[in-house]
C-alpha cells in the first residue's frame, strides 16, 4: 500500500527559512529570530516595531553567563549602579520620546538617592542582593528590588517642585555620609543635579520603572500598542499589579 504523506504548506515553509535566515543573519538562536519576525507583523496589538531595538534585545538574550552576572551586579548596585543597568536594558524606543532622554541614569540614580536618604528599609539586606546578582537573572534581582523600585516610581508623581526640593535634601546629606560609596555618588550627583537640565529626561526614567515593574508584576510596558492607542505610562498604587494606564492615539510619540 502507498502512503501519500502531506507536505508542510508552501507559506510555513517560507517562514521557517525566513526564520532561519534571520537567526544566521544576526547570530542569535532560531527562537529568537522566530519572535522578532513575528514582532515585524504584530499591527494591531503588541510592542511597537524598532528592528534596532529588538536586535538589541535579541543580544542581550545571547549573553554568557559571566555576562549576565556582570549586569546583575551593576543592577545590584545601589544607587547608581541600578540606575545604569535600567537605562541600559531599556533603550529608547526610536522615532519616538519613549525611553527617551540623556538624564535617564542621573534622575533614577536620584530617586534612589532620596530613597535611601528618606526609607533605608526600603533596601534589600546586602547580603540579598549579592545573592541575587550572582545568579546571573535579572528578574532575581528586579523581585529583591521591586518594593524599591516602585517607591521610586511613585516618587515622580509628585510635583516637581516638591522632588527637586527632596532630591537636594538627599544628596546635600548624602555628601557629609560616613559611608564612602554613598558620600561619592552624593556628590557626583550633586553637581549633576546643579548644571545639568533633566527635565527633558523625567518622562523617559518614568517609563524605564515602569517597564521593570511590569516585568515583575505582570501588565502592558510603554510603548505597546492597544485599542486605545499607545501606552505612555502606567499608572501605580502602593502595591500589586497596574491599576491603569496613560495612552496617546498615536503611533508617532512625541516623534522627533
Known amino acids: 500500500m502507498t502512503v501519500t ?5 508552501v507559506p510555513d515553509r517560507a517562514r521557517k527559512r525566513a526564520i532561519r535566515a534571520l537567526a544566521a543573519q544576526l547570530g542569535v538562536a532560531y527562537s529568537v529570530a522566530a519572535r522578532l519576525l513575528e514582532s515585524r507583523g504584530q499591527i494591531s496589538t503588541g510592542p511597537l516595531v524598532d528592528e534596532h531595538r529588538a536586535w538589541m534585545f535579541a543580544a542581550r538574550e545571547q549573553r554568557t553567563f559571566h555576562s549576565r552576572v556582570s549586569d546583575t ?7 547608581l549602579g541600578r540606575a545604569a ?3 541600559r536594558r531599556f533603550p529608547p524606543l526610536r522615532a519616538t520620546n519613549l525611553y527617551a532622554g540623556e538624564g ?5 540614580s536620584m530617586l534612589y538617592a532620596v530613597l535611601l536618604h528618606e526609607s533605608p528599609q526600603l533596601f534589600p539586606p546586602r547580603d540579598e542582593l549579592a545573592w541575587a546578582a550572582e545568579l546571573g537573572e535579572e528578574t532575581a534581582v528586579d523581585y529583591s528590588c521591586s518594593g524599591l523600585d516602585r517607591a521610586a516610581r511613585l516618587l515622580l508623581d509628585q510635583e516637581r517642585w516638591r522632588l527637586w526640593a527632596r532630591v537636594d535634601t538627599a544628596l ?3 555628601s557629609t555620609s560616613a559611608d564612602r560609596h554613598i558620600r561619592d555618588a552624593a556628590i557626583s550627583l550633586g553637581h549633576e543635579l546643579r548644571s ?11 517609563q524605564t520603572l515602569d517597564a521593570v515593574l511590569v516585568e515583575t508584576f505582570g501588565g502592558d510596558a ?9 501606552i505612555t505610562a502606567v499608572v501605580w498604587s502602593s502595591e500589586g499589579p497596574p491599576t491603569g494606564y496613560q495612552a ?3 503611533d508617532h510619540v512625541g516623534a522627533v
Open 5 to 9: 504523506r502531506s507536505r508542510r504548506s
Open 73 to 79: 551586579r551593576l543592577a545590584a548596585d545601589l544607587p
Open 85 to 87: 543597568h535600567l537605562v
Open 104 to 108: 535617564r541614569e542621573t534622575i533614577l
Open 172 to 174: 546635600t546629606a548624602g
Open 196 to 206: 545639568t537640565s533633566l527635565r527633558g529626561s523625567i518622562d523617559g526614567a518614568r
Open 222 to 230: 510603554p510603548g505597546t500598542r492597544v485599542p486605545a492607542g499607545i
Open 248 to 250: 496617546t492615539a498615536t
